[in-house]
């Protein structure tokens, strides 16, 4: 049986804890077993007074390679809607925490795990890293998260990237405002700590004020968004292309319900 021990890697340093998603033979991505360890970590750090900021990677390959297609491909809608739902939930927990979250993101962030990304305070991207956003192409709109792409890029560019047209460079990322610092191959995680560390030296009150009063206006209609784009993703997940998608995943197509 996998545990959280198994999926998701623990490291203190100082007053920086470090999270380590654990799933590399599966590119990282996310079932419920990893989705429920990050929910229990975080809500674990919040409580606990000695760390002041935290870093969100990935073992190799890549950072996150989002929802694991194997997984949710074995469900019935209603309890695939529910994980993503899940999902989101633990996506916009991070918005609320008092404690910053730094993202370092080597190899790739690809669907769910570049929203992921993009739902952290700060993001290092390795230059050569790769981000796109494939739900679209394979049937279905991005499920949850989405105003954490519109909070950094704008609702025009968040829909462009919600296409899947475009797969961006760590580079590219930070140009358009998806990512916030770029670090050569390699050297993400030591970046983000070194983020991590420095923000954990500043007055925490202040740290916790700060990210309290942004949050009301980046978080704004977070719910709202993650339910309606629930509902759509139900819808689309009804249709051919996405039920063919959810067939090569190796699983049963889902029930037309």
Do not use: Y
Not at 176 to 184: C, E, K, N, T
Not at 195 to 205: Q, S
Request: hydrophobic residues 45%; glycine residues 8%; aromatic residues 8%.
């Amino acid at each position: 049986m996998t545990t959280d021990e198994d999926v998701l890697r623990r490291e203190r340093r100082g007053a920086v804890e470090i999270l380590t998603i654990m799933r590399p033979k599966r590119r990282n991505a996310m079932d419920d077993v990893l989705i429920n360890a990050l929910r229990a970590a975080f809500l674990d750090i919040e409580r606990d007074e000695a760390i002041a900021a935290i870093v969100l990677n990935g073992t190799e390959p890549g950072f996150c390679a989002g929802s694991d297609l194997k997984f949710i491909g074995g469900l019935d809608l209603e309890s695939m809607c529910r994980f993503e739902q899940e999902t989101g939930d633990v996506a916009r927990l991070i918005g609320f925490m008092t404690k910053p979250v730094v993202a370092a993101v080597e190899g790739f962030a690809m669907g769910g795990g570049f929203i992921l990304a993009t739902s952290c305070d700060v993001v290092v991207a390795a230059r050569g890293s790769r981000w796109n956003l494939p739900e679209v192409p394979i049937g279905w709109l991005t499920p949850w998260g989405i105003k954490s792409l519109v909070a950094r890029v704008g609702f025009v560019r968040a829909r462009n990237l919600c296409f899947g047209l475009e797969t961006l460079s760590g580079e590219e990322a930070v140009a358009f405002g998806v990512a916030d610092h770029s670090a050569a191959d390699g050297t993400a995680l030591q970046t983000a700590l070194q983020l991590a560390e420095r923000l954990a030296a500043l007055p925490r009150p202040a740290v916790s004020a700060t990210k309290r009063f942004f949050s009301r206006f980046i978080m704004a209609d977070s719910e709202m968004m993650d339910f309606e784009a629930n509902r759509l993703f139900a819808e689309n997940c009804r249709e051919p292309v996405a039920r063919a998608t959810l067939t090569k995943s190796g699983r049963p197509a889902l029930s037309p319900v």
